[in-house]
């Protein structure tokens, strides 16, 4: 039996996702986002529901997602600098789906983010009935 893929939204009874990752690379994110969390000593804002769903918490979402670029921009290099960015783009690629302001006050911030968006990743949509 193939593994079912991941659906985030941002509220329980949406039926617009706003990211649908397969299986693993879900698996991957919310194992990395948790774990960013869980040194943050934050909340993700990120909360798992049955079958693979994940409700995105507007508030919290931002303020872990403007802490993790943050650190990715005073830290782009070394090795700290190379786990962010391997989470840090998706979590601004599903923070700007899911119509999440971010706080992006530095030139730093400004480029990353641009950088970012510019990938072709992350597209949004909706769930099949």
């Given at each position: 039996m193939a593994a079912v893929g991941y659906e985030f939204t941002v509220r329980e009874?949406?039926?617009?996702?706003?990211?649908?990752?397969?299986?693993?690379?879900?698996?991957l994110f919310?194992?990395?986002?948790?774990?960013?969390?869980?040194?943050?000593?934050m909340p993700t804002g990120l909360r798992e529901v049955p079958f693979n769903w994940v409700k995105i918490d507007p508030g919290p979402y931002a303020a872990f997602?403007?802490?993790?670029?943050?650190?990715?921009?005073?830290?782009?290099?070394?090795?700290?600098?190379?786990l962010l960015g391997g989470v840090v783009p998706l979590m601004i690629m599903l923070a700007d789906n899911a119509g999440v302001r971010l706080t992006?006050?530095?030139?730093?911030?400004?480029?990353?983010?641009?950088w970012v968006r510019i990938q072709p990743f992350g597209e949004r949509g909706r769930r099949k009935t």
């Open positions: 009874n949406d039926d617009e996702w706003v990211w649908a990752p397969g299986a693993m690379t879900g698996g919310m194992g990395a986002a948790t774990a960013l969390g869980s040194v943050l000593n997602v403007d802490t993790a670029l943050e650190m990715r921009c005073e830290r782009p290099h070394g090795e700290l600098g190379s992006v006050d530095t030139e730093e911030k400004h480029s990353y983010v641009e």
